[in-house]
C-alpha cells in the first residue's frame, strides 16, 4: 500500500510500498486535518473515547503550542478513513517518541476508529503501519499507554498483547431513567445515608445544590475552588501539584469552551454549591461526548467541618442523575484505584501499556518502559508498598525543623 507522509515543510508527500490494502498519511497540525476529524465524528457509528474528540485534542494543545503533532489517518482503498490516531512526538534522551496526544490527562489513548468494521482490522496489519510511518518520519518507538482492551463491546486492535497498565479504569452503563439509575447504583441505605449526611451539610452551612456550569462565572468560580483544594490535598500528600502550572489551567478553560475558541465543550465541570454564599464544597470535571462522560479531576474541601458530610459522594450522586438526564448511556470514574469508584462502578476496564519500537534505540525505551510499568503495577497492587511510598511522599513533604 502507499504511505502518504506530509512533512513539516509543507513539501509534497513522500510514497512508499507497505504490505496491505490501507494506505497511511500523516499530518503536523490540526487545521490540515480538522474537517476530516470532524466528519468522522459525526457518523453515528464512530467507536472512540471522548479524549479523542477534535475539541478535546484542540483543548489540550492550546496548552501544548509548540508540541511536534504526527496525525495518523488510514484510509481505506476506497479512500474513505478508518482509523485517526493523534500523537505527540517527544525527544527523551535523543530517542525520539510518538504518544497519544493527551498524557496523564486522558485516562483512555485509544484510536479514533470510523466505526466497529474499522477496529476490527488485523492487530498485526495496524502495528505495521505504525512502524513504516515510524520509519518514514523518524520515530524511534510508539509508547501507547492506556489503551483499553475493549471499548463499547469492540475489541481494540492496537491493545494486543499488552503489557498490563499499573492501574485499570472503573464505569458503569447508564439507565433508561434518572430515578432507576439511582436506585440500581445506590443501595437504598447508601441513598438513606447521603441524604442524612446533605441535611447535615444543609444545617451547618445553610442550602445547597448541585452546579453544572452553564456560564463563564460558574466555570472560573468551580475550577478556582478546584485549584485551590487540590493545592491543599497535593501538599499533604507530598506530590507535586500539576494544576499549579498555567498551562493546564488554559487547557482545562479550553477544554470547558471559556476561551471563546471551542466549538463545543469538550469538558464538564460541575459543583456542589453552597446558594447563600457561593462557597463550593466539591468539584467534579469530566471529559464529554454524545454518550459518554468520563471523569477526569475531582475534589472537594478539606475543612473537617464539610469532610464529615461527604460532599464528594453527594456531587457523584447528583452527577450521574444529571448525565442519565442527558441521555448518556455510559459514565466511568477514569483510572486509579479509590474507595469511591470501587464502591458504586460495576465494571473494570482493563488497561494495557503498548510500546512499538521501530529502530534498535527504540528497542532499548521499550525495554525500560515495560519494566517500570511492571514496578509501578506490583506498588499499586500491593498494599504494604504503596503504603511505603505514601510515607516517602510525606516525609519529603514534611518542613524541616
Known sequence: MAVLVQGLTGAGPIQAKVRGGMKAETFSDLASVEALWRGMEADPGVLATPYQRFDWVAAYLRAEPDAELCIVVLRDAAGRPRVLIPLVVTREHGIRVAQVIGAKHANYHMPFFASREAAAMSPEDLVERLRHVGRETGIDVFALSHQPRFWDGSAN????????????????????????????????????????????????????????????????????????????????????????????????????????????????????????????????????????????????????????????????????????????????????????????????????????????????FAVKAVGLARLKRRIKRDPRLAALVAKLRRSRAAPAD
Open 157 to 364: 486492535p492496537l491493545s494486543f498483547r499488552p503489557e498490563p497498565s499499573p492501574s485499570d479504569a472503573y464505569g458503569l452503563i447508564l439507565g433508561p431513567d434518572p430515578d432507576s439509575t439511582i436506585k440500581r447504583i445506590f443501595s437504598a441505605d447508601a441513598r438513606k445515608k447521603l441524604r442524612s449526611k446533605e441535611k447535615k451539610l444543609v444545617e451547618a452551612f445553610g442550602p445547597v445544590a448541585y452546579k453544572c456550569a452553564s456560564t463563564p462565572e460558574e466555570a472560573t468560580a468551580f475550577l478556582a475552588a478546584f485549584y485551590e483544594q487540590k493545592a491543599i490535598r497535593f501538599a499533604a500528600m507530598g506530590i507535586a501539584n500539576p494544576y499549579a502550572r498555567a498551562a493546564v489551567r488554559a487547557y482545562l478553560a479550553a477544554g470547558i469552551g471559556r476561551d471563546g475558541a471551542s466549538a463545543a465543550p469538550a469538558i464538564e465541570v460541575a459543583a456542589l454549591v453552597a446558594t447563600d454564599t457561593g462557597r463550593v464544597f466539591a468539584v467534579f470535571a469530566g471529559a464529554v461526548d454524545a454518550v459518554r462522560y468520563s471523569g477526569m479531576v475531582t475534589s472537594f474541601d478539606q475543612d473537617p467541618v464539610v469532610g464529615r458530610s461527604s460532599p464528594g459522594d453527594i456531587l457523584l450522586h447528583h452527577l450521574i442523575k444529571d448525565q442519565t438526564a442527558r441521555g448518556r448511556r455510559a459514565f466511568d470514574l477514569g483510572v486509579g484505584e479509590a474507595r469511591y469508584k470501587a464502591s458504586i462502578c460495576d465494571e473494570t476496564i482493563a488497561l494495557g501499556e503498548v510500546t512499538i519500537p521501530v529502530t534498535l534505540r527504540g528497542h532499548l
